[in-house]
C-alpha cells in the first residue's frame, strides 16, 4: 500500500519483543509533514523504544512492520542511514563530550576535512552559523562542561541541523530544563517548524504538549491508544490525555490525605553553606527551617536558588564547604553528620534529584540497589546473607509495586518511575527519621506520580518527617503540609498549605537578597 504524500512518515504494525517483554505490538504512528507530533505515555509504554526502531538504533530484522519516509519504505541497519535520510534522534540523557569544545560536539563524526585533515577555520565558521540559528551566544570554543543543560540541549539541537535534518525527534528534551530554558526550547521548536522541520516530541509535562503540538499520539502498554487532533473543533485538556494514558479518568491527581503531625524531627538554625571550589561564594545564606514526625514539608524555589545544595550539605556534608548553623535532631542539638554513613546512621536519608547518576547503581540489578544503603542490616561478619538480601528485596518490590519479573533485573532496564521506586524503597530500607526527597517525580508520567505521593504519604503515616523538594509549584500545595521558599541561598519566607497559592510561593521565591526575611 502506497504511504499518504500529506505524511513524511508512516510506521506500520510495528512489534518489538525482548526476552520475556513484548515491548510494542503492533503500533501505527502517522506524522505531517511540518507538524510537532507529541507522543505521550507512561513510562515503559513504549515511546522510547518506538523512536529507537525509527531512527535504527533498533536496526530492520529486529522488529516487525514497516516504515515510510518521505513516501518510501525504509529499513535502517543503525542510525546513520537514519540521519542520511534527515531524521535525527535527541535522547534525555544527552550524547555531547563535556571535554571538547562546542564546535567540535557539532562535528564530531561529520568533522570539516581536507586531505584528512581537520579544517579549523570552517568548523568555527559554521558551528557559529548553526549555533544562531538556536540562539546560542557563546565562543564556538566553550567547553561543553562550562555551559548548562539548556544550552547543551541547543548544541544537540544545532548538530541536528548540521546533519540537514528534516525529522527531528526529542525524548523528553525539558525533563532537566528550569522554566526559562523550557520556554526557550518550545519557541526554537515554533522557529524550526516555520523553517520546515517535522518534530516529534516525547515528553510527561502535559502543559507543554498543549502549547507546541499540534497533534498527540498516546501510547499505552507498547500499543497505540489514538491520535488526538490538538487544533480540532473541542479542544484537548489535560485530563483528556491523561484518560488516554492511564486508561481511567484521574480526577484528582494528589491523593487526599489527612496528617498525624508529632514532635519536631529536625530543625537548622542560621544554616550556611560556602561554594566547594569558590569559598567566597556563599551558596547557603542563614537558613533556619523544620520539619516534624508524620510531616510532609516542601522547599520551592527558582533554579539556583539553594535548595539541593541545602539538602545535600545537611546530609553529611555532601556539598559545599565552610559549613556553619546549628542541627536539631529530635528536640537535641547535635554535631552536624561529617559523612554520608554518619547522616544514616543518625536517622537521615536524602534521595538525589539525578536517580540515574548518583541514586542507582544502573548496571547492577534491584535487590542490590535497595541493600545500597544499609549492608549492615543483611550482612554478618562482613558476609553478605544473600537469601535475606533476596527476601527484603521482594517485600519492597510488592509493596511498592515495581514493574519488574524479578529482583535480579538490572535496574538500568527499568522504567523512570520504577527507578524512581527503587531509589525510595534503598532510602526506606535505611529507616530514617527524616527523609529528603529531591525532585521526586522528575521524568515520571501522572500515573506513575500518583503512585509516588501515595508512598510519600504512606512514610508520613508511619511518623517519618518528610522534605519534598520540587520545581513543580502545583506538586507542593498537592502534596505537602507546608511549603519553604528559597531565593539566593535565604529562606524567604513558609505557608501552610492552606495559605499557600503559586502566586504566593513566587513572590517568595522572587524576592530579592537585601528584602528576604528568614
Not at 540541549?153 to 526529542?170: C, D, P, T, W
Not at 539538602?311 to 553529611?316: D, E, H, K
Not at 521526586?440 to 501515595?454: F, H, L, N, S, W
Request: glycine fraction near 10%; include cysteine.
Amino acid at each position: 500500500m502506497a504511504a499518504n504524500d500529506n505524511m513524511i512518515l508512516e510506521m506500520r504494525g510495528i512489534t518489538k519483543t525482548f526476552p520475556g517483554v513484548k515491548a510494542l505490538q503492533d503500533v501505527t504512528l502517522a506524522v505531517r509533514r511540518g507538524e510537532v507530533h507529541a507522543i505521550c505515555g507512561e513510562n515503559g509504554a513504549g515511546k522510547s523504544t518506538l523512536m529507537k526502531v525509527l531512527s535504527g538504533v533498533y536496526p530492520a530484522g529486529t522488529y516487525d512492520g514497516e516504515i515510510y519516509f518521505e513516501g518510501k519504505l525504509c529499513e535502517f541497519k543503525g542510525t546513520r542511514d537514519s540521519e542520511h535520510l534527515g531524521i535525527v534522534i535527541i535522547h534525555q540523557e544527552l550524547a555531547l563530550s563535556p571535554y571538547l569544545s562546542i564546535a567540535e560536539n557539532i562535528f564530531l563524526g561529520n568533522e570539516k576535512a581536507k586531505g584528512g585533515v581537520i579544517d579549523w577555520l570552517a568548523t568555527n565558521r559554521e558551528a557559529a552559523q548553526l549555533m544562531a540559528r538556536v540562539g546560542l551566544t557563546d565562543s564556538p570554543d566553550t567547553k561543553i562542561q562550562d555551559i548548562g543543560v539548556g544550552k547543551q540541549q541547543l548544541v544537540e539541537i544545532a548538530k541536528a541541523l548540521s546533519k540537514q535534518v528534516k525529522l527531528l525527534i526529542l525524548d523528553e528534551p525539558t525533563a532537566a530544563l528550569n522554566d526559562e530554558d523550557s520556554a526557550h526550547l518550545l519557541d526554537l521548536l515554533r522557529h524550526l517548524q516555520g523553517q520546515g522541520i517535522t518534530s516529534i516530541i516525547i515528553s510527561h509535562k502535559l502543559n507543554e504538549i498543549k502549547a507546541i503540538a499540534d497533534s498527540t499520539t498516546i501510547i499505552r502498554d507498547g500499543q497505540t491508544v489514538e491520535t488526538l487532533d490538538m487544533h480540532g473543533a473541542e479542544p484537548v485538556s489535560e485530563d483528556r490525555i491523561i484518560r488516554g494514558m492511564v486508561g481511567r479518568d484521574l480526577s484528582n491527581r494528589y491523593p487526599e490525605h489527612t496528617p498525624k503531625i508529632g514532635d519536631e524531627a529536625l530543625r537548622i538554625e542560621d544554616w550556611t553553606v560556602h561554594h566547594p571550589v569558590d569559598r567566597s561564594r556563599v551558596v547557603v545564606d542563614r537558613a533556619s527551617l523544620d520539619v516534624r514526625a508524620g510531616e510532609i514539608v516542601g522547599i520551592a524555589g527558582l533554579m539556583g536558588a539553594g535548595r539541593t545544595e541545602l539538602a545535600m550539605s545537611i546530609f553529611g556534608r555532601s556539598y559545599g564547604t565552610d559549613i556553619t548553623g546549628k542541627l536539631f535532631l529530635k528536640g537535641r542539638e547535635v554535631s552536624p553528620p561529617r559523612n554520608v554513613k554518619d547522616a544514616i546512621k543518625q536517622g537521615l536519608a536524602y534521595a538525589t534529584e539525578d536517580r540515574k547518576r548518583y541514586g542507582l547503581n544502573l548496571i547492577e540489578d534491584i535487590k542490590t540497589n535497595i541493600a545500597a544503603s544499609a549492608l549492615g542490616k543483611l550482612s554478618r561478619w562482613g558476609v553478605m546473607d544473600e537469601g535475606r538480601e533476596v527476601k527484603t528485596a521482594q517485600g519492597y518490590r510488592k509493596d511498592m509495586n515495581i514493574k519488574a519479573p524479578s529482583v535480579d533485573v538490572l535496574t538500568g532496564k527499568l522504567s523512570g518511575g520504577n527507578q524512581q521506586k527503587v531509589v525510595l524503597s534503598k532510602w526506606i530500607f535505611s529507616d530514617p527519621d527524616v527523609l529528603i526527597l529531591d525532585e521526586p517525580t522528575r521524568g515520571i508520567d501522572v500515573g506513575a506520580k500518583y503512585e509516588i505521593y501515595q508512598i510519600i504519604n504512606a512514610l508520613a503515616d508511619l511518623g517519618k518527617a518528610v522534605i519534598v523538594i520540587s520545581s513543580e509549584l502545583p506538586e507542593l500545595l498537592g502534596i505537602c503540609d507546608r511549603v519553604y521558599a528559597m531565593s539566593q541561598g535565604r529562606i524567604t519566607g513558609q505557608l501552610p498549605r492552606g495559605e499557600a497559592s503559586q502566586e504566593s510561593l513566587m513572590r517568595f521565591m522572587t524576592m530579592e537578597k537585601e528584602g528576604a526575611s528568614a
